[in-house]
Every structure is written in C-alpha cells, then in structure tokens.
C-alpha cells in the first residue's frame, strides 16, 4: 500500500485535504501527523473513524525522532506540509510559537525528509515530493491599483506569521537548490468553508452572529482578501502534486477581492436569509473596533500560471462557496459548540478584551 504523509491534517486546511484526498477512488493512505495544538480537531476527521487508510499520529513537527520513524516505517512517496501556527493575530500577541512551528518546525522535516530522501532507491526518488504550503501573505500589502502577486513578486512580509512563514518558503526552496530535494511550493488566498476555526473572520462572524455577539470589523473594514473556497485550495494541491515541476512555486487564489465589510455583509445577508431573526437583521451586530496593528491593507493573486500552466481553475465562485459555508455552519452546530467550549473562548476574551 502507498501512503503520502501529511502534516497539520487536524486543521482546518489539511483535514478538508485528507477528506478530499480520501474521497478519490484508488488514493494513497495518509500518514496524518499533527500536534494538536488548538487549532486541530480529530472530531474533524470522525468519519474516517476505523478507516485503515487514514493513520493518525500525534507528533510535533519539531521531534527529528518522531519524524524519522514516521517516515522510515510508512514509506511516503510525498510529504504535504500544512502543519503551521496560522493566526496573524496570535502571532501579534505571541510571536515564539510562530518562530518555532513555521521555521524551526519546517527546517526539522526538511532534515528529516532529506535524510530519507537520501535512503530512497532511484525509481522512488524520481517520484517523491515534497509540497510545502504556504500563503499570499510573504507578499507584504497591495495598494488598491497594484498588480496582484505573482510568482515572481518580491517576498515583503509584515507580521510575524507572515514573516515566520517566508522563512520557512525560503528554507525550502534553498533545500532544492543545494541537496536536489523534489520541492513544490503553493502561495495561496485566504480560504474559507467548513471546519474552519471561529477565530478567523468568515466563521468568527457565522458564529458571533448566530449567538447574538457584536460582530467586530477591524479599522473601516475595507481591507481587502482574495477569498477561495477550501475545496478548490485542495484541488490545486492535488494539481501542483501531480504535474508540477520541482523547484517551482504555484500561486493559488479564487479571482475573489473583497473587502472585509463586504464579506462580513454576505454573511450577515445569507443569514438572515437562511436563519433569520425575530427583528432586524443580523448586520444590525456589526461593531467597528481597533484596527489590528501593521494590518495589510490588500492581497490579491494572479493565479493564471495555474491554469495555463496545470490546467487548474476554481470551481466554487464567491457567492456559491459562501453559501455552501454558511448552511455548513447552520448544518453542524454540533462542531462548532465543542469547539467553542475550549481553549477558544479563553482565546478571545483577551484577545477581545483590549
Ligand atoms: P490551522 O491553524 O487551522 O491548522 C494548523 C494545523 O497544524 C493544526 O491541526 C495544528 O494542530 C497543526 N500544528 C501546529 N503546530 C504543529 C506542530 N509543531 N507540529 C505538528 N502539527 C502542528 O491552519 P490552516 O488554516 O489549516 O492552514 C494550513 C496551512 O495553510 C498553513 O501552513 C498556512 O500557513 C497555510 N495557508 C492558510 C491559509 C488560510 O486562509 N487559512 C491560506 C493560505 C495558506
Ligand atoms: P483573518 O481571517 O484573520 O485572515 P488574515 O489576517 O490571515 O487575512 O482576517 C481576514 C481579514 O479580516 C483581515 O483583514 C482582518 C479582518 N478581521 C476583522 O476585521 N475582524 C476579525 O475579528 C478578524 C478575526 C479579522
């Protein structure tokens, strides 16, 4: 049986790669490594609940032994690196996970990868890959009449995640260049759809407004994101790890600028037209706050390398995913209340406190 290892499979990315992943006729096992942090959630990943195809291991990316076994006994034809800390918030407030997770984290399965690499006879060296992904935010910020990023924008990162997570796309393209490792790196959108964390805008606003919370729009809200749909983000990956050329990176975004007020108004909108409240409307909830320091003002992607390159395109447009988003919401209150009885809610008291 062949396997593909992945890590970060717990969170909100990574578990919606593995159900998809799992979900094609004929797919690999996946060897699921992830440390549980606070953003991973086996309940997630439920239904594959007593599948032999899907191997579970709670292991820091971190721990060189943990690795190396993981990686001597499953013998993965590729490694998918999701596992990240992803919040740029938390990583204002505490930047060290940030630093250890996004760059020593990554450095430590670069080695152990290389190692293993090494070990390969020639027939499984010439088809294993090593997918690392990232994110549009290494770009830094547009202004409002800049070209979106391409491949080849200048990296100009502003926070700490953003910064932490150049670092680790820098120490991956430097492991092809000087020991021939067959990497593939992906910078892409913000994503949105289901198991997505209520500390991110798009469910923190489903959530807060389904429980009657003020719901807080940073600075004059009109920031702007290039939002997709989770599903379309795997179905890139699963591209990039088929036909893409190692060595390269692959920009990954839905055409879909919008500001945050606007995506805030969607939402608010498809509630009130799904679920709605006795009086007024949801954006009734809507609270401007203190704006997030160094906040980007733009992201954008030119994802047209993708699609002329590897034929991908997305297929959800931003109104369709986010409806898909917020009736998964409304369909799984289950997953959101364990959710919310943990760490989460100690989270945004302080977080929401100042
Ligand atoms: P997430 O925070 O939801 O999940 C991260 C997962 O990594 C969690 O399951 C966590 O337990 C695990 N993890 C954290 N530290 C670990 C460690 N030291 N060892 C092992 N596992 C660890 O993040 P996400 O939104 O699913 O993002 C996944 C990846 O995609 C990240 O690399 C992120 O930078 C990138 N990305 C995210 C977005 C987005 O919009 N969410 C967009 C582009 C790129
Ligand atoms: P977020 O989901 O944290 O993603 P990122 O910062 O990685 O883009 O935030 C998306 C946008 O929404 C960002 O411009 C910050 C803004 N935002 C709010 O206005 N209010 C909130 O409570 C949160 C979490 C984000």
């Known amino acids: 049986m062949s396997h593909i290892l992945v890590t970060g499979g717990a969170g909100f990315i990574g578990a919606n790669f593995v159900l998809d992943w799992l979900a094609q006729a004929g797919a690999d096992s996946v060897v ?19 599948d032999a195809r899907h191997i579970f291991s709670r292991t820091d990316i971190c721990d060189r032994d943990g690795l190396d076994t993981l990686l001597r006994r499953y ?18 407030h505490g930047p060290a996970d940030f630093i250890e997770t996004n760059i020593v984290g990554t450095f430590t399965l670069l080695e152990a990868v290389r190692a293993y690499y090494a070990g390969l006879d020639e027939t499984a060296r010439a088809g294993f890959r090593f997918l690392h992904v990232s994110t549009d935010e290494v770009f830094g910020s547009l202004d409002p009449d800049d070209a979106q990023f391409s491949e080849t924008t200048r990296y100009a990162p502003n926070s700490p995640y953003s910064a932490s997570k150049a670092a680790s796309d820098h120490l991956v393209r430097a492991y092809h260049h000087t020991y021939g490792l067959p990497v593939l790196t992906t910078n892409c959108s913000n994503n949105y759809g289901p198991y997505h964390f209520p500390e991110k805008l798009i469910p923190l606003m489903i959530t807060n407004a389904l429980t009657g919370k003020p719901l807080p729009v940073y ?16 179905s890139a990956i699963r591209e990039v790890l088929l036909q ?19 995506v805030v108004h969607t939402v608010c909108d498809l509630l009130d037209a799904l679920k ?15 704006d997030r320091p160094g906040h980007d003002r733009r992201y954008a992607i030119d994802a047209r390398r993708l699609e002329r390159e590897l034929g991908w ?30 760490d989460y809610r100690e989270w945004v008291a302080k977080h929401y406190a100042v």
């Open 32 to 50: 699921n490594v992830d440390k549980l942090t606070y953003a991973g959630n086996l309940k997630t990943l439920a239904t594959l609940e007593g």
């Open 75 to 92: 013998q993965p034809r590729a490694v998918l690196h999701f596992a990240a800390e992803s919040h740029v918030d938390r990583s204002i």
């Open 219 to 234: 600075g004059d809200g009109l920031n702007v994101r290039d939002w997709l749909y989770v599903r379309d983000h795997c």
């Open 244 to 262: 893409g050329t190692p060595g390269e990176t692959y920009n990954v975004g839905g055409w879909n600028e919008k500001t945050n007020l606007e």
């Open 276 to 290: 709605p409240k006795a009086q007024g409307s949801y954006r009734d909830q809507i609270a401007f706050v203190k």
């Open 313 to 342: 395109k997305p297929v959800e447009t931003f109104e369709s995913g986010m409806r898909k988003t917020v009736q998964w919401y409304l369909d799984n209150q289950v997953w959101v209340q364990d959710v919310l009885s943990g």
